[in-house]
């Protein structure tokens, strides 16, 4: 099993330009979420999903999109950058049941800075 | 609200012993979990705790008070390589976000010789 693969490792992006961040896990894993780090700030829930076709907001939603087509993919897309979305950002996947072993994988994150 | 409150920084030498505190405020609970971070690194799962107690893991060991909110991380025989960020986690099953969890900022550990 690869785990939780993002793509890519580091991006730079011009103030205004989107793009679209990636997120795949092969463990059959139900839920997916989207964290930020900034220095200072600890990890923030950006968007969640329980399964495939729902999604829904965390803690700092604002110019950030996700869908989830399929389980495995979890895409987060910059609709318009802006210098406050640089971070480092996180995928991370659970199976999604309340179980002592249901613990959060990482993925390797995506360093994104926006100039 | 929610708040997870845990030390910015520790240091410690190699062979000692360092406990890293964390207390919490959510409105639900279901379980608190401390992850290892190493520099430009993503977390790694160290422990889980559910039930009031102490979990031993190796040198590591999780305990956690849920009457008083509280839980600590205890690192026994430091090595050089535990110099990390230790953040500790609720799983805040009232939240919206099912699954999701709720971070501290994180305690960065400095282990010296």
């Known amino acids: 099993n690869a785990g939780v693969t993002q793509t890519p490792k580091f991006q730079v992006l011009k103030t205004g330009q989107s793009m679209t961040l990636q997120c795949a896990q092969d463990?059959?894993?139900?839920?997916m979420s989207w964290y930020r780090q900034d220095p200072g700030m600890g990890l923030r829930l950006i968007h969640y999903?329980?399964?495939?076709?729902?999604?829904d907001q965390g803690e700092v939603p604002n110019g950030y999109n996700v869908s989830r087509s399929t389980t495995e993919d979890f895409p987060l897309r910059l609709l318009s950058a802006a210098p406050s979305q640089t971070s480092v950002y996180f995928c991370?996947?659970?199976?999604?049941?309340?179980?002592?072993?249901?613990?959060?994988?990482f993925g390797p994150g995506t360093r994104l800075t926006v100039l | 609200g929610q708040n997870i409150d845990q030390p910015t920084e520790m240091t410690a030498t190699e062979g000692a012993i360092v406990q890293i505190n964390c207390t919490y405020q959510?409105?639900?609970?279901?379980?608190l979990f401390w992850y290892q971070q190493h520099a430009g690194e993503a977390p790694t799962f160290l422990s889980y705790?559910?039930?009031?107690g102490l979990e031993e893991k190796g040198r590591f060991s999780s305990f956690l008070s849920r009457s008083k909110g509280y839980s600590y991380l205890l690192l026994k025989e430091l090595q050089m390589k535990d110099s990390a960020s230790y953040l500790c986690?609720?799983?805040?099953?009232?939240?919206?976000?099912?699954?999701?969890?709720?971070f501290g900022k994180g305690t960065t550990l400095s282990v010296s010789s």
């Open positions: 986690a609720v799983r805040d099953i009232d939240n919206q976000a099912g699954t999701a969890l709720i």
């Open positions: 959510t409105s639900g609970f279901n379980g």
């Open positions: 999903s329980v399964g495939a076709g729902i999604t």
């Open positions: 705790n559910v039930l009031d």
């Open positions: 463990m059959n894993h139900e839920y």
């Open positions: 991370a996947s659970s199976g999604g049941e309340f179980t002592s072993t249901d613990t959060q994988y």
